[in-house]
């Protein structure tokens, strides 16, 4: 990814260590000092150079999905959406021809904690990907869970608040969290999830993705579809217990990143096919959910799963921090052919990815090799911090920096295919759609589990409910019950467990 730098000219030979000046090195082991035991002088150009730059290597994390890796392959289309040509449903031109290839780049994640945190934890993980397209880039951001905890991006910072470390003790609280989810029900769908083995996949090879929100899809005569996209691994799908998460924890905190990259160098490329789930535009009232619904699943007997391509990944990093840390991906960064839904919580999440972008990479994240498109760029975007060159075309004149011109300046592309403009219309309002549903779709979920995965799912809850108030407990159990009594009924008897062992413990004498 990193290309050598053509007007790079050796000093001495290309070995030679040198300043980021170009003056070669000398001495590397000892600072310029007024004989041999000091003090310091403060010309040393080289060592504050040295040191200045190391102050700085750090940029702010991302503020969710800290910890990730990262790796390059190829997505190849198969023309079709099933058994369908795909041009009946979206002009995008990755999609349409059978064996056309994309390179990519993905990223995977977890959520909440920093950049150096166990890879065991239960969280979401992060999917998010890059295709280079012909059109410029198309990115899709999705995770291994099919839903998310809300439906509205304005309770995003609150549901990240509520999951993150305490603001005093710095530590998670499923106290904390449970205060939030236990007023939030649209989350308990999620939380059976990630409560259960779900919660913690087994590496980043074998999980599935998902885009979660809903897209659209436009084909030639500018008509919309309504589109989720789904990841599925080749790998097969591997999650982990608590019990099981916890011994690897004690011996490693690294184990999907290196699980990926070590698979890799050894030639096992791993590989996902993408899938679709289509639905004609519009509102469908006869579902009992929304269609805009992120909380929502659409059944798959309903909505069957379709491929369109399968992608591979083959080339690890050269450099982490230029490649996995400084890669951008955001939900607003689509292709022609591929559109928003009116789901309130893609748009929240389309201002919110380069907003925080702009702020952790800076103004330029996009003329940084792994962001920026393999299709050409020609903006009249200019300056800015670390500009590091000029967007223009070539042959375009580089004085005009506006557009209209009749003077060589960039013009606008010729508009060949209809726009999708669906007709919108509402009241201006604050409120929560009608159709909130959220408890069938969560007991489904529970019923489906395997004894193990709901036995699972069941200790966890317990373990991490405990830690909060007898009024939220009390409201959890509330919400598990409207979802399947046998879920609210084990979830108490659990907590009542819990609160019996307690009392024991501080009856029986203490030895010390
Ligand atoms: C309104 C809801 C959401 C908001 C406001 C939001 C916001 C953010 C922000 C600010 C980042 C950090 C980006 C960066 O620093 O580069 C991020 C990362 C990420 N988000 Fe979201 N997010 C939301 C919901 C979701 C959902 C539902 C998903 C899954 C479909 C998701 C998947 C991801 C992923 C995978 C990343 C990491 C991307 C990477 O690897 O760089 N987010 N999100």
Request: negative net charge; charged residues 25%.
């Amino acid at each position: 990814m990193i290309e050598p730098k053509e007007n790079q000219q050796p000093t001495s030979s290309t070995q030679t260590l040198t300043t980021r000046q170009g003056h070669p090195v000398r001495n590397n082991q000892n600072q310029r000092t007024v004989g041999t035991r000091g003090p310091a002088t403060l010309e040393n150009y080289q060592f504050l150079e040295k040191i200045s730059h190391f102050d700085r290597e750090r940029i702010p994390e991302r503020v969710v999905h800290a910890r990730g890796a990262g790796a390059h392959g190829v997505f190849e289309a198969y023309g079709k959406v099933g058994d369908e040509s795909i041009s009946k449903y979206t002009r995008a031109k990755l999609f349409q021809e059978k064996g056309k290839q994309t390179p990519v780049f993905v990223r995977f994640s977890t959520v909440i904690h920093s950049g150096h945190s166990p890879e065991t934890l239960r969280d979401p993980r992060g999917f998010a990907v890059k295709f280079y397209t012909e059109d410029g880039n198309w990115d899709l951001v999705g995770n291994n869970l099919k839903v998310f905890f809300i439906r509205d991006a304005i309770k995003f910072p609150d549901v990240i608040h509520s999951l993150k470390p305490d603001p005093v003790t710095n530590r998670q609280d499923g106290g904390r969290i449970f205060d939030f989810m236990s007023n939030t029900p649209e989350s308990v769908h999620m939380l059976t999830f990630l409560f259960s083995p779900w919660g913690i996949p087994a590496n980043y090879r074998q999980m599935q993705g998902s885009g979660v929100n809903t897209y659209k899809w436009v084909n030639d005569k500018g008509e919309g579809t309504l589109v989720k996209y789904h990841w599925e691994p080749m790998q097969g799908v591997k999650n982990l217990t608590q019990p099981e998460a916890e011994q690897i924890q004690a011996k490693n905190i690294n184990h999907s990143t290196q699980d990926l990259y070590e698979a890799i160098e050894r030639g096992d490329f791993p590989q996902w096919e993408l899938r679709v789930q289509i639905m004609e535009d519009g509102e469908h009232p006869e579902l009992d959910f929304d269609p805009l619904d992120d909380t929502k699943i659409w059944p798959e007997d309903q909505f069957p799963m379709l491929p369109v391509g399968m992608m591979t990944l083959n080339r690890n990093p050269e450099n982490y921090f230029a490649e996995v840390e400084q890669a951008a991906f955001g939900t607003g960064v689509l292709v022609d052919g591929l559109d928003f839904s009116d789901d309130k919580m893609l748009v929240g999440r389309t201002f919110s990815y380069s907003d925080t972008q702009r702020y952790r990479v800076g103004p330029n994240y996009l003329q940084l090799p792994i962001n920026s498109p393999r299709a050409g760029v020609a903006t009249n975007q200019r300056d800015g911090q670390m500009t590091f060159h000029v967007d223009t075309a070539p042959g375009h004149n580089p004085h005009v920096n506006y557009e209209p011109s009749s003077m060589n300046g960039p013009q606008e592309a010729p508009r060949d295919l209809p726009e999708h403009s669906p007709h919108v219309e509402g009241r201006l309002q604050r409120a929560s759609i009608e159709r909130t549903n959220n408890f069938k779709q969560a007991g489904e979920r529970y019923r489906s589990f395997e004894d193990w995965e709901r036995d699972d799912l069941i200790n966890n809850l317990v373990e991490n409910i405990s830690a909060a108030t007898p009024e939220v407990q009390a409201r959890m159990v509330e919400l598990f019950t409207e979802c399947d009594a046998d879920y609210g009924r084990r979830v108490a008897e659990g907590l009542e467990q819990v609160r019996q062992n307690k009392m024991k413990d501080t009856r029986e004498p203490q030895l010390s």
